[in-house]
C-alpha cells in the first residue's frame, strides 16, 4: 500500500501516518528525515542537499526526487510506503507519479486530514516541547504538570520558534499556496480521502482504517 499525507502544519500527519506505519509494517517515509540520513550518510546527493541548507534555501525538486527514489529501492519499502510531507506541490506530484510508473507502481490513496485554521492555531500555539527528551505537550489538550516541567524527564518546557501565531499562519498560508492544489490533483486521478482530524486520534485513526479497508475490499473484487 503506497500512501500520501497531506493537511496543514498540526493536523495529525505525523501521528496518523507512525500508527498506519506499524500496522502495515511499512516505512514513514518524510523528506527531512531522508534529507538529514544523505547529509549523515555524505552520500553525493545528500552533499548537493547540503549546499542549500547549509545557505538557508529549498532544496531543488530535482535532488528530494533522487532522494526519495532513492530510498523508494530499499528493502522495507517494497511492501508500501508512507510519504508525510511530500510532494507539497503539483510539479512534485507529477515526478512521483512518473517516478513510480517507473518502478511499476502507484499511489493507492492520498489522505487529507481536514483540520480547521483556528484549531490548527490552538494546537500549535499552546504546543510546548520538552528540551531534554522532546516529549511534546499542548496547554489545552495535553497538558503538562501543574509545576510545568516535564512529567517524562523534569526537563524545561519550551515553546519552538516554529509554533508561534505569526509563524503558525505563515505556514499555512505556503500550504494554501503550494498544497492545497494537491487536492485536486490526487481527487480527479480518484485517490483523494477526506478525514475530519478535529477529532480524537483514536477516531481519526478509526475512520482512516475503515476507508482503507474499503480500497482494499474493492482491490480484492476487482481482482478475481
Known sequence: ?????????????????????????IPKIS???????????????GLEAKKYMDKGELVPDEVVIGLIEDRLQQEDAQKGFILDGFP??????????????????????VISL????KRIIDRLTKRRVCVQC?????????PPPEDGRCGVCGGDLIQRSDDREETVRH???????????????????GKLILID?????????????????????SDDSSSQ
Open 1 to 25: 500500500m503506497e500512501l500520501i499525507f497531506i493537511g496543514y502544519p498540526g493536523s495529525g500527519k505525523g501521528t496518523q501516518a507512525a500508527i498506519l506505519s506499524e500496522k502495515y509494517d
Open 31 to 45: 523528506t527531512g528525515d531522508i534529507l538529514r540520513e544523505a547529509v549523515s550518510r555524505r552520500t553525493p546527493l
Open 88 to 109: 507539497r506541490t503539483i510539479a512534485q506530484a507529477q515526478e512521483l507519479d512518473r517516478l513510480l510508473h517507473k518502478f511499476k507502481r502507484s499511489i493507492s490513496a
Open 114 to 117: 481536514e483540520v480547521s485554521k
Open 134 to 142: 522532546g516529549r511534546v505537550y499542548n496547554l489545552i489538550y495535553d
Open 171 to 189: 505556514r499555512m498560508e505556503v500550504y494554501e499556496e503550494q498544497t492545497r492544489p494537491l487536492k485536486e490533483y490526487y481527487g480527479a486521478q
Open 197 to 217: 482530524g478535529s477529532l480524537s486520534i483514536e477516531k481519526v485513526r478509526d475512520e482512516i482504517q475503515r476507508k482503507l479497508n474499503e480500497i482494499m475490499n
